[in-house]
């Protein structure tokens, strides 16, 4: 199957900075990537989606100013946590759609942010 | 978005067939029922998909109903390996919307 990487698997910051998360899809273009949170026991919540070359769309509760996305190429997509405050700590998680007769969604390994 | 219900939890012996049920009454036609899981502190991972037929891979089997307001996701001879949230997603090309999932356990 494809492969979706994300980057880095694991991250502690402190409180104010800044953390960005890559997402690549290794062997396959991807026009849409899709970032995800997930806290504990809970399902994973679409944060927003991104698109090559234009603008993401955030889902509705999510600040745009808070989590930034860059899709600058049809292979990487970053999420960008500003301003991180202990609250922020989550498993991230992003998708990555290759289209085709069946359209499919990868998923990387996710990133587990730890805000200090 | 349509809506899909699934038992929040279920147990299974392992070697036996794990049957789980997901209701999707409010899907569109055009949108095709996936199942992904996550085994714990990953992302998700494919497991099978289909629109109508019943589809079958060497993951898993699938079989939907002819109304297509439910489906079986089947895994013949579960492993422990196979301990995870299993999630039932309705879709076509717009983005997945996950549910709550079925905690499956599998026990030796």
């Known amino acids: 199957g494809a492969v979706v990487s994300q980057h880095p698997s694991w991250v502690i910051c402190k409180s104010g900075t800044s953390v960005k998360i890559e997402c690549r899809s290794l062997?396959?273009?991807?026009?849409?990537m899709f970032w995800y949170r997930q806290f504990p026991k809970q399902s994973l919540m679409l944060m927003a989606t991104s698109n090559e070359g234009s603008k993401a769309t955030y889902e509705q509760g999510v600040e745009k100013d808070k989590f930034l996305i860059n899709h600058a190429s049809l292979t990487l997509s970053t999420l960008t946590v500003t301003s991180a405050h202990p609250e922020d700590s989550s498993f991230y998680i992003c998708s990555a759609n290759r289209e085709g007769r069946d359209t499919e969604a990868f998923f990387g390994q996710g990133t587990r942010l730890t805000v200090v | 978005d349509a809506k899909t219900t699934q038992p929040p939890s279920m147990d299974c012996a392992e070697g036996r067939a794990a049957n789980l049920p997901c209701n999707h009454s409010t899907i569109s036609g055009n949108e095709y029922v996936y199942w992904y899981r996550q085994i714990h502190s990953q992302g998700p991972q494919y497991i099978i998909h289909?629109?109508?037929n019943n589809e079958t891979n060497e993951m898993a089997s699938l079989i939907i109903t002819e109304d297509r307001k439910s489906s079986t996701l089947i895994l013949p001879h579960a492993t422990l390996r196979d301990t995870a949230v299993y999630y039932c997603?309705?879709?076509?090309?717009?983005?997945?919307?996950f549910g709550t999932g079925t905690r499956l356990q599998v026990f030796p």
């Open positions: 289909g629109l109508k």
């Open positions: 062997d396959f273009q991807a026009t849409t």
């Open positions: 997603l309705p879709y076509n090309t717009d983005k997945l919307i």
